[in-house]
């Protein structure tokens, strides 16, 4: 890589999913540091919800230094140094007027990149990289899209995720440290265990009471998010907190504390199959390898459901028919907010069914994937570029 560890790099980030857009700006920060001896500065609006992913954060500081990369609060009145070499608008975020003038007043222009939100749809691979001049400033903005095509930007993925994870499933000390981690005993018998991250909803009561009334027994990690105001009404509890413990049949829910994303992907590594959603939980659950289930962001006037068919459509090459329609169809009931118990448990059945083909293609999809490079160092090679 011709980078020069000095280039600099700005991320501005926008929080509007809680954790997904700042998830996904932090795991990029910490890449170009560690792996690209990148100088990064950070601009995040919400440090609170950063603070959850990262205790190191103070949420209170206009400025800090985390992990060696520099984090602002993002205040509408602010001002700001000398812009960076590499400038990113991460998902419809707006670096300020005021930046942009800075910007255009460089001998050498900014390398300036809005990195969009992850899409499988056709049309993405025809809008990437393509440049979009200002209207009034001699600056020009590229399109970065991440993706599951070469013809895209690819997935985050750290160098060393991969072996990390083998090492840490053959390792009975390291399962049983992160059991410990998020204070629940390590599995016992039979039970499948199932991590449940998403926006809510009532499939989710559905769901459970599907799981209770079954025969397969079940324990339910449920990591502290939105989503646990469903759980806790199916329950019949006003709230439920980290520490809590449930029962229904065959059922048992375990509310868990929120910890940092290096311990969330160990949850996702231990767990049978996965509930996730948005973008950050996604891919990480793509490279667990488990089966797993996409709860997409919701978007007016339903735009969210051409998404949600493009990646069913891509993910599904290659995989068997019967596994294919499984995933269709309980992903489909899931997203839709399914309210009929029967029709939820019985397309739950048919998905479970067909777990051990659905581990052998998650396998052969995370290698499909990582022969696109990730998409930190593919952002590396196009703005070195164009340095």
Request: some cysteine.
């Amino acid at each position: 890589m011709p980078a020069s560890p000095a280039t600099r790099w700005d991320i501005f980030c926008n929080v509007v999913d809680h954790f997904g857009d700042i998830g996904v700006s932090w795991r990029l920060a910490r890449q170009l540091r560690e792996e690209h001896g990148m100088a990064v500065t950070l601009y995040v609006d919400d440090l609170e919800s950063f603070r959850r992913l990262c205790p190191a954060v103070d949420a209170d500081a206009p400025t800090q230094s985390v992990e060696d990369i520099t984090v602002h609060r993002w205040v509408e009145a602010m001002r700001f140094e000398r812009p960076a070499d590499v400038v990113i608008d991460a998902f419809g975020s707006r670096a300020p007027p005021a930046y942009l003038e800075a910007m255009s007043k460089r001998p050498t222009r900014p390398v300036w990149i809005n990195l969009e939100y992850l899409s499988a749809e056709d049309w993405v691979e025809d809008c990437h990289r393509v440049p979009s001049p200002h209207p009034r400033l001699p600056l020009t903005r590229f399109f970065f899209f991440p993706g599951f095509t070469a013809g895209t930007g690819g997935l985050l993925e750290e160098r060393h995720l991969a072996q990390q994870r083998l090492s840490f499933l053959g390792s009975a000390e390291a399962r049983a440290t992160a059991w410990s981690c998020w204070e629940c005993e390590p599995p016992s018998g039979e039970r499948t265990q199932i991590s449940l991250f998403g926006y809510g909803g009532p499939s989710v009561p559905t769901l459970l009471r599907a799981w209770a009334d079954g025969s397969e027994p079940i324990r339910l990690l449920v990591p502290e998010s939105r989503v646990l105001d469903d759980v806790a009404r199916f329950a019949g509890q006003s709230a439920l907190r980290a520490g809590d413990r449930a029962s229904f049949g065959a059922l048992d829910i375990a509310v868990l504390p929120f910890r940092t994303q290096a311990d969330y992907d160990q949850l996702l590594w231990l767990c049978d199959c996965n509930f996730v959603r948005g973008e950050d939980s996604f891919v990480r659950a793509q490279w667990a390898e488990h089966p797993f289930v996409w709860n997409i962001y919701p978007q007016t006037g339903g735009a969210h459901w051409a998404k949600l068919h493009a990646f069913i459509h891509r993910y599904g090459e290659g995989m068997d028919a019967d596994a294919m329609v499984a995933v269709r169809e309980f992903w489909r009931l899931w997203n839709r907010g399914e309210t009929s118990s029967a029709t939820l448990g019985q397309a739950w059945r048919r998905f479970w069914l067909l777990r051990e083909d659905l581990q052998a293609h998650n396998a052969g999809w995370a290698a499909k994937l990582r022969t696109l490079g990730n998409l930190t160092a593919n952002l590396v090679r196009f703005a070195v570029e164009r340095l």
